[in-house]
T-cell receptor, first 113, second 113 residues
Protein backbone atom coordinates (compact mmCIF):
# COMPACT_ATOMS: atom_id res chain seq x y z
CA UNK A 1 0.00 0.00 0.00
CA UNK A 2 1.14 3.49 -0.80
CA UNK A 3 0.61 5.94 2.04
CA UNK A 4 1.50 9.51 2.87
CA UNK A 5 1.75 10.58 6.50
CA UNK A 6 1.72 14.06 7.96
CA UNK A 7 2.22 13.75 11.69
CA UNK A 8 1.56 17.39 12.60
CA UNK A 9 -2.18 18.17 12.51
CA UNK A 10 -1.60 21.81 13.48
CA UNK A 11 1.34 24.18 13.67
CA UNK A 12 1.83 27.86 14.25
CA UNK A 13 4.66 30.27 13.54
CA UNK A 14 5.34 33.93 14.13
CA UNK A 15 5.36 36.18 11.13
CA UNK A 16 8.84 36.41 9.53
CA UNK A 17 10.00 33.21 11.25
CA UNK A 18 10.79 29.86 9.62
CA UNK A 19 8.67 26.74 9.96
CA UNK A 20 9.12 23.16 8.75
CA UNK A 21 6.23 20.83 7.94
CA UNK A 22 6.93 17.10 7.99
CA UNK A 23 5.85 14.42 5.54
CA UNK A 24 6.78 10.79 5.14
CA UNK A 25 5.60 8.35 2.51
CA UNK A 26 5.74 4.69 1.81
CA UNK A 27 6.03 3.26 -1.67
CA UNK A 28 7.68 0.42 -3.51
CA UNK A 29 7.69 2.40 -6.76
CA UNK A 30 10.95 3.67 -8.18
CA UNK A 31 9.48 6.52 -10.16
CA UNK A 32 7.23 8.95 -8.36
CA UNK A 33 6.70 12.64 -7.76
CA UNK A 34 6.15 14.53 -4.54
CA UNK A 35 4.13 17.67 -4.06
CA UNK A 36 3.14 20.18 -1.45
CA UNK A 37 -0.23 21.82 -1.97
CA UNK A 38 -1.63 24.73 0.00
CA UNK A 39 -5.35 25.15 0.65
CA UNK A 40 -6.23 28.51 2.22
CA UNK A 41 -9.67 29.22 3.70
CA UNK A 42 -10.74 30.27 0.21
CA UNK A 43 -10.45 26.47 -0.36
CA UNK A 44 -8.59 26.43 -3.70
CA UNK A 45 -5.75 23.88 -3.76
CA UNK A 46 -2.62 25.68 -4.91
CA UNK A 47 0.60 23.95 -5.89
CA UNK A 48 3.47 25.12 -3.69
CA UNK A 49 6.35 22.97 -4.84
CA UNK A 50 7.13 19.75 -6.68
CA UNK A 51 9.99 17.25 -6.46
CA UNK A 52 10.84 14.44 -8.86
CA UNK A 53 12.07 11.38 -6.98
CA UNK A 54 14.91 10.79 -9.42
CA UNK A 55 16.40 14.22 -8.74
CA UNK A 56 18.79 14.50 -5.81
CA UNK A 57 18.71 18.29 -5.66
CA UNK A 58 16.07 19.69 -3.35
CA UNK A 59 13.43 21.83 -5.05
CA UNK A 60 13.05 25.49 -4.09
CA UNK A 61 10.45 28.10 -4.94
CA UNK A 62 11.20 31.51 -3.47
CA UNK A 63 10.52 31.21 0.29
CA UNK A 64 9.56 27.54 0.00
CA UNK A 65 12.07 24.72 -0.08
CA UNK A 66 12.00 21.00 0.54
CA UNK A 67 14.29 18.56 2.29
CA UNK A 68 13.94 15.37 0.27
CA UNK A 69 15.50 12.32 1.90
CA UNK A 70 14.77 9.46 -0.49
CA UNK A 71 16.24 6.67 1.60
CA UNK A 72 14.25 7.80 4.63
CA UNK A 73 11.16 8.47 2.45
CA UNK A 74 10.89 11.91 3.95
CA UNK A 75 9.77 15.10 2.20
CA UNK A 76 9.56 18.11 4.51
CA UNK A 77 8.58 21.66 3.53
CA UNK A 78 10.42 24.67 4.90
CA UNK A 79 8.75 28.06 4.75
CA UNK A 80 11.12 30.96 5.36
CA UNK A 81 10.10 34.50 6.30
CA UNK A 82 6.53 33.34 7.02
CA UNK A 83 3.79 35.71 5.95
CA UNK A 84 0.20 36.04 7.12
CA UNK A 85 -0.94 34.84 3.70
CA UNK A 86 0.80 31.52 4.32
CA UNK A 87 -1.95 30.61 6.79
CA UNK A 88 -3.59 27.55 5.23
CA UNK A 89 -3.93 23.79 5.26
CA UNK A 90 -0.89 22.17 3.70
CA UNK A 91 -1.16 18.78 2.03
CA UNK A 92 1.75 16.59 1.10
CA UNK A 93 1.05 14.33 -1.88
CA UNK A 94 2.77 11.58 -3.78
CA UNK A 95 1.91 10.73 -7.38
CA UNK A 96 2.70 7.50 -9.18
CA UNK A 97 2.70 6.44 -12.80
CA UNK A 98 -0.53 4.50 -12.43
CA UNK A 99 -2.59 7.71 -12.14
CA UNK A 100 -2.67 7.48 -8.38
CA UNK A 101 -2.05 10.58 -6.28
CA UNK A 102 -2.16 10.03 -2.53
CA UNK A 103 -2.57 12.89 -0.08
CA UNK A 104 -1.53 13.13 3.53
CA UNK A 105 -4.05 14.14 6.17
CA UNK A 106 -2.84 17.73 6.09
CA UNK A 107 -1.21 20.20 8.48
CA UNK A 108 -3.07 23.34 9.45
CA UNK A 109 -0.54 26.19 9.63
CA UNK A 110 -1.33 29.47 11.34
CA UNK A 111 1.00 32.44 10.92
CA UNK A 112 0.66 34.80 13.85
CA UNK A 113 1.29 38.55 13.57
CA UNK B 1 -2.39 30.25 -17.63
CA UNK B 2 -2.95 27.49 -15.07
CA UNK B 3 -6.61 28.14 -14.45
CA UNK B 4 -9.27 25.53 -13.88
CA UNK B 5 -12.76 26.95 -13.46
CA UNK B 6 -15.72 25.33 -11.76
CA UNK B 7 -19.39 26.25 -11.62
CA UNK B 8 -21.38 26.74 -9.55
CA UNK B 9 -19.42 27.85 -6.49
CA UNK B 10 -22.20 26.75 -4.17
CA UNK B 11 -25.06 24.31 -4.71
CA UNK B 12 -27.89 23.30 -2.42
CA UNK B 13 -30.08 20.45 -3.56
CA UNK B 14 -32.70 18.10 -2.24
CA UNK B 15 -32.34 14.35 -2.32
CA UNK B 16 -34.69 14.04 -5.29
CA UNK B 17 -33.07 16.74 -7.42
CA UNK B 18 -30.88 16.32 -10.47
CA UNK B 19 -28.03 18.78 -10.85
CA UNK B 20 -24.67 19.01 -12.60
CA UNK B 21 -21.27 20.37 -11.67
CA UNK B 22 -19.10 21.79 -14.42
CA UNK B 23 -15.36 22.09 -14.82
CA UNK B 24 -13.38 23.73 -17.60
CA UNK B 25 -9.70 24.14 -18.48
CA UNK B 26 -7.99 25.66 -21.50
CA UNK B 27 -4.45 24.52 -20.84
CA UNK B 28 -4.55 21.70 -23.39
CA UNK B 29 -4.44 19.14 -20.61
CA UNK B 30 -5.56 15.64 -21.54
CA UNK B 31 -6.29 14.35 -18.05
CA UNK B 32 -9.07 15.59 -15.81
CA UNK B 33 -10.11 14.51 -12.32
CA UNK B 34 -12.97 14.73 -9.85
CA UNK B 35 -12.24 14.71 -6.13
CA UNK B 36 -14.51 14.82 -3.11
CA UNK B 37 -13.26 16.63 0.00
CA UNK B 38 -14.95 16.56 3.38
CA UNK B 39 -14.17 19.24 5.95
CA UNK B 40 -10.65 19.04 7.41
CA UNK B 41 -9.84 15.99 5.29
CA UNK B 42 -7.67 15.50 2.21
CA UNK B 43 -9.26 15.17 -1.23
CA UNK B 44 -10.48 11.70 -2.21
CA UNK B 45 -10.20 10.71 -5.85
CA UNK B 46 -13.50 9.86 -7.53
CA UNK B 47 -12.88 9.71 -11.28
CA UNK B 48 -10.07 10.16 -13.78
CA UNK B 49 -10.51 10.93 -17.47
CA UNK B 50 -7.64 10.47 -19.88
CA UNK B 51 -8.08 11.68 -23.45
CA UNK B 52 -11.81 12.00 -22.79
CA UNK B 53 -12.13 8.38 -21.73
CA UNK B 54 -12.91 7.29 -18.19
CA UNK B 55 -9.80 5.56 -16.92
CA UNK B 56 -10.44 5.35 -13.17
CA UNK B 57 -13.66 5.04 -11.19
CA UNK B 58 -12.86 4.68 -7.52
CA UNK B 59 -15.96 2.64 -6.69
CA UNK B 60 -18.12 5.73 -6.63
CA UNK B 61 -21.89 5.20 -6.22
CA UNK B 62 -23.91 5.42 -9.42
CA UNK B 63 -25.74 8.50 -8.17
CA UNK B 64 -22.58 10.31 -9.34
CA UNK B 65 -22.21 10.19 -13.12
CA UNK B 66 -19.19 11.81 -14.79
CA UNK B 67 -19.10 13.02 -18.36
CA UNK B 68 -16.31 14.42 -20.51
CA UNK B 69 -17.93 16.07 -23.58
CA UNK B 70 -14.58 17.29 -24.93
CA UNK B 71 -10.98 17.72 -23.87
CA UNK B 72 -11.71 21.01 -22.09
CA UNK B 73 -14.88 20.14 -20.21
CA UNK B 74 -15.73 17.78 -17.40
CA UNK B 75 -19.17 17.40 -15.86
CA UNK B 76 -20.40 15.58 -12.79
CA UNK B 77 -24.10 14.72 -12.91
CA UNK B 78 -25.79 14.29 -9.55
CA UNK B 79 -29.02 12.43 -8.89
CA UNK B 80 -30.71 11.13 -5.75
CA UNK B 81 -27.87 12.20 -3.50
CA UNK B 82 -27.73 11.62 0.24
CA UNK B 83 -26.94 14.16 2.96
CA UNK B 84 -23.56 12.46 3.50
CA UNK B 85 -22.64 13.46 -0.04
CA UNK B 86 -22.41 17.06 1.14
CA UNK B 87 -18.80 18.10 0.55
CA UNK B 88 -16.46 20.24 -1.51
CA UNK B 89 -16.10 18.81 -5.01
CA UNK B 90 -12.81 19.64 -6.65
CA UNK B 91 -11.90 19.33 -10.29
CA UNK B 92 -8.29 19.09 -11.41
CA UNK B 93 -6.42 18.71 -14.66
CA UNK B 94 -2.93 17.67 -15.69
CA UNK B 95 -0.96 17.44 -18.89
CA UNK B 96 -1.20 13.66 -18.86
CA UNK B 97 -2.21 11.11 -16.27
CA UNK B 98 0.41 9.72 -13.97
CA UNK B 99 2.86 11.93 -12.23
CA UNK B 100 2.25 15.23 -13.93
CA UNK B 101 1.30 18.14 -11.73
CA UNK B 102 -2.42 18.48 -11.14
CA UNK B 103 -3.95 21.95 -11.16
CA UNK B 104 -7.09 22.36 -9.12
CA UNK B 105 -10.20 24.46 -9.57
CA UNK B 106 -11.77 26.43 -6.70
CA UNK B 107 -14.34 23.73 -6.04
CA UNK B 108 -18.11 23.53 -5.70
CA UNK B 109 -19.49 23.48 -2.17
CA UNK B 110 -22.41 21.04 -2.31
CA UNK B 111 -25.05 20.75 0.39
CA UNK B 112 -27.64 17.99 0.17
CA UNK B 113 -30.74 18.55 2.28
Amino acid sequence: AQTVTQSQPEMSVQEAETVTLSCTYDTSENNYYLFWYKQPPSRQMILVIRQEAYKQQNATENRFSVNFQKAAKSFSLKISDSQLGDTAMYFCACAYNNNDMRFGAGTRLTVKP
Amino acid sequence: DTEVTQTPKHLVMGMTNKKSLKCEQHMGHRAMYWYKQKAKKPPELMFVYSYEKLSINESVPSRFSPECPNSSLLNLHLHALQPEDSALYLCASSQETGSYTQYFGPGTRLTVL
